[in-house]
């Protein structure tokens, strides 16, 4: 069976962590400290997830002309991204993501500077999924203005919609179109911002199923998830895994459940399978493993279903 592709929309970005060497942090003066950088931002991340799974996928996005925006161009190609529909705005800088945590590992600060993702426009965006095959996949996140949003909802075309909130604060940009959208990632606190209630998750999940979007998983960290489809919630355990790193679990999960969509999986099989990347991605330092492919991934999964 032939795989169908992807095509993800949405954020491209450097992300920067910074650690202090004493476990407090010293404010108003010079810290020393440690500095890393890579690439990120969830659709790109997504995409690369995708891509490591062998799976066809091309990223609708904006960069600077800047050096930034060539590492991220660069570097997401080298992964195997199609970065074509990705253009260079010389007036503005590359997204980047700032993090200072102390020595104990706390967030000082964060530092968001995304103001070019208000350049993708509607038509970058229409014209990127009316070039992409009619039977793939969209996957887009609320890194988009609204309006944007608006056009790829409309110009899905029969294709399958995935979406992703980003944040409790960018949720709101997906709330309008939840009609549309057929597969819907978020979290915890994702699904009690939308649904306006402190229930648990379990409840929560009921009432999102028996909402507009048919099929989505609500993220439960160590716990694993809770998958709807077809008006019936599904217990998605969590693989066992020794975790460094958590950051890259939620976009290797979701990637990897559009992965096995595209491979011919059912949602809930697709779900069950994605846990094992989810696994793979926090047992590595980097938010997406250069190592992941699909046989590492059915590995992994076969050998904790064999236990």
Known sequence: MKE???LCLGGCVIDRVGETVDAKERLHTSNIGRMRSSLGGVARNVAE???RLGIAVGLVSQVGDDAEGERVISGSREAGIDM???GRRPEAATASYTAIFNGEGELVIGLADMAIFETITPRNATEGIAAFARDGFLFADANLQPPTLEAIAGAKNGRILACVPVSIQKLARLAPLLGKIDILFLNLYEARALLGSEESAKVLATRLARGPV?????TLGPRGALAWAKGTVTEIPALASRPINVNGAGDA???ATLARLAAGDDF???ARRAMAAAALAVESPHTVRADLTMQALLARYDLANAR
């Open 4 to 6: 169908r592709s992807v």
């Open 49 to 51: 997830n995708l891509a």
């Open 84 to 86: 074509g529909l990705v």
């Open 214 to 218: 048919p099929r989505g998983l609500l």
């Open 253 to 255: 999960l979701a990637g």
């Open 268 to 270: 809930i099989l697709a």
